[in-house]
């Protein structure tokens, strides 16, 4: 009993501690602004992380656009989830996977019509929150540049923020954005032999 009661007055002492380390951090958190989010690296996750956003966003009552650069060829469980509703504008601009499309101009064209759809809702202060799914693949192949992603998102409205996801990002992205996370690649059923299937890759 007299082991417990001094665990627990370790316990007890530590967690205050650390909320007093907390409290610090959220006071001293005072700027109100809108946030750019990279999700990036190769493992499983990214847009899947995008989408949890998308849907914390819609509980908030906010307006919300989706611009998918890469999966215009498939449909998505997300896409039929969350198209439906009316604070969602989603559009899929993509041919489906540079492996699939053969065709570099044609790759080319897409981005560069998904790009302006993008540049356009990043240019639009009802929009509390604009995904740009899989888009760091269209400045490694070099299907667009980067600059103009890099002037629309410093020239977003205040409070909108952004999300954007894909593998392989610039380094002038990452030191532009506030948040980047990277997912790692540490085990994977599809490299075992195991099919990709709905509702988990898709």
Known sequence: MATDQIS????????????????QKIAAAKEERGVSILLAGPGKGK???AFGMLARSLGH???????????????????????????????TMGDGFTW???NRQ?????AEK???????????????????????????Y???????TLDALKNRPRDMNVVLTGRGPKQELIDAVDTYSMIL??????????????????
């Open 47 to 49: 847009s899947s992380s």
């Open 185 to 202: 690649a540490e085990k994977h059923a599809f490299k075992d032999g195991v099919k990709a299937q709905a509702g988990i890759e898709w």
């Open 106 to 110: 044609n790759d080319i064209d897409s």
């Open 8 to 23: 627990e007055e370790k316990h007890l002492k530590k967690m205050k501690a650390v909320k007093e380390k907390q409290d």
């Open 61 to 91: 009552g906010h307006k919300v656009a989706v611009v998918q650069f890469l999966k215009g060829a498939m449909s998505t469980g997300e896409e039929k989830f969350f198209n439906s509703h009316e604070n969602v504008h989603w559009f």
């Open 114 to 140: 998904a790009w302006k759809k993008a540049e356009e809702l990043l240019a639009d202060d009802s929009y509390q929150l604009v995904i740009l799914d899989e888009i760091t693949y269209m400045f490694k």
């Open 100 to 102: 699939e499309t053969q």
């Open 142 to 148: 070099q299907y667009l540049e980067l600059q103009p």
